[in-house]
């Protein structure tokens, strides 16, 4: 289904920003660490808020994909299940119609 599709490759997308902001995270809190400072200093502080806010954004929207896609797993999955269930039964129909001719 198309539309699952890129579900999929949004929720990817959205991963791959994530995990960039995190290494972005990982080198900004590699500086104090490398200079053996345990405190960062005012503009390391509004860097890491901001790295912080944008993670925790990607991470609601990446539940709500999450929560999309696996509705719309339920939706593909259940016309798959109709769609068989009708082919057997007009399968099982064309054959009582032939045994009772």
């Given at each position: 289904m198309e539309f699952l599709d890129k579900l999929r490759a949004q929720l990817r997308t959205r991963l791959d920003e994530r995990a960039a902001k995190a290494d972005e995270l990982e080198a900004l809190l590699a500086v104090?660490?490398?200079?053996e400072r345990s405190e960062?200093?005012?503009?390391?502080?509004?860097?890491?808020?901001?790295?912080?806010?944008?993670?925790?954004?990607?991470?609601?929207?990446?539940?709500?994909?999450?929560?999309r896609i696996t509705e719309m797993e339920s939706v593909v999955a259940a016309d798959q299940e109709a769609r068989a269930e009708a082919a057997h039964l007009g399968e099982a129909d064309a054959t009582e119609a032939r045994v009772s001719v």
């Amino acid at each position: 289904m198309e539309f699952l599709d890129k579900l999929r490759a949004q929720l990817r997308t959205r991963l791959d920003e994530r995990a960039a902001k995190a290494d972005e995270l990982e080198a900004l809190l590699a500086v104090p660490a490398s200079e053996e400072r345990s405190e960062l200093n005012e503009l390391e502080t509004t860097q890491f808020a901001e790295i912080r806010g944008v993670i925790a954004g990607i991470d609601e929207e990446t539940v709500e994909l999450r929560a999309r896609i696996t509705e719309m797993e339920s939706v593909v999955a259940a016309d798959q299940e109709a769609r068989a269930e009708a082919a057997h039964l007009g399968e099982a129909d064309a054959t009582e119609a032939r045994v009772s001719v």
